[in-house]
T-cell receptor, first 112, second 111 residues
Framework: GQQLNQSPQSMFIQEGEDVSMNCTSSSIFNTWLWYKQDPGEGPVLLIALYKAGELTSNGRLTAQFGITRKDSFLNISASIPSDVGIYFCAGRPLQGAQKLVFGQGTRLTINP | EAQVTQNPRYLITVTGKKLTVTCSQNMNHEYMSWYRQDPGLGLRQIYYSMNVEVTDKGDVPEGYKVSRKEKRNFPLILESPSPNQTSLYFC??????????FGNGTRLTVT
């Protein structure tokens, strides 16, 4: 099936640093979503993007829908300990729009 | 409070012993789906349902069954579990064109 390449797979940073992660695809997506998963819980939606070029913020989080519709990035500014977790990108492809394809996840670890 | 409830949260079973993981939602969502999460592979869709009595295969349906007799429930059935079905399972729901809401997961171990 379709795949999203999410990178990096893991990040080890100091508290207060900014974080950037991205997802790319070989095919076009008409929706990009970013989720965060805390240990022992299900993924929770952070940001949803519906238009190419769209830039959306949610507190210290900012995400963009790439202009080619084949990529998206998520930035976290001034990281804090509760940002620890696994971040997933997800996309809804142009073909098969009911389906959601997930990236492999980025595991974020923060040293206080 | 909007909820997607999965049961059980943890399950250890033996190869071949039929089991069912339940999923219930109180948001009147039409769409429900099951995913499995494995290290390095992200979330992969097993089955989904667009509405009552309508179910379709996802990317990894082999060894699983589902049913959608009522809008709120979408059980995942493993008729003869095998060790390669050891995984973390998530039920997720949404209304038309809205993002997915996930349950808290069921960790299944098949020995």
């Amino acid at each position: 099936g379709q795949q999203l390449n999410q990178s990096p797979q893991s990040m080890f940073i100091q508290e207060g640093e900014d974080v950037s992660m991205n997802c790319t695809s070989s095919s076009i997506f008409n929706t990009w979503l970013w989720y965060k998963q805390d240990p022992g819980e299900g993924p929770v939606l952070l940001i949803a993007l519906y238009k190419a070029g769209e830039l959306t913020s949610n507190g210290r989080l900012t995400a963009q829908f790439g202009i080619t519709r084949k990529d998206s990035f998520l930035n976290i500014s001034a990281s804090i300990p509760s940002d620890v977790g696994i971040y997933f990108c997800a996309g809804r492809p142009l073909q098969g729009a009911q389906k959601l394809v997930f990236g492999q996840g980025t595991r974020l670890t923060i040293n206080p | 409070e909007a909820q997607v409830t999965q049961n059980p949260r943890y399950l250890i079973t033996v190869t071949g012993k039929k089991l069912t993981v339940t999923c219930s939602q109180n948001m009147n969502h039409e769409y429900m789906s099951w995913y499995r999460q494995d290290p390095g592979l992200g979330l992969r869709q097993i089955y989904y349902s667009m509405n009552v009595e309508v179910t379709d295969k996802g990317d990894v349906p082999e060894g699983y069954k589902v049913s959608r007799k009522e809008k709120r429930n979408f059980p995942l059935i493993l008729e003869s579990p095998s060790p390669n079905q050891t995984s973390l399972y998530f039920c997720a729901t949404r209304s038309y064109n809205s993002p997915l809401h996930f349950g808290n997961g069921t960790r299944l171990t098949v020995t």
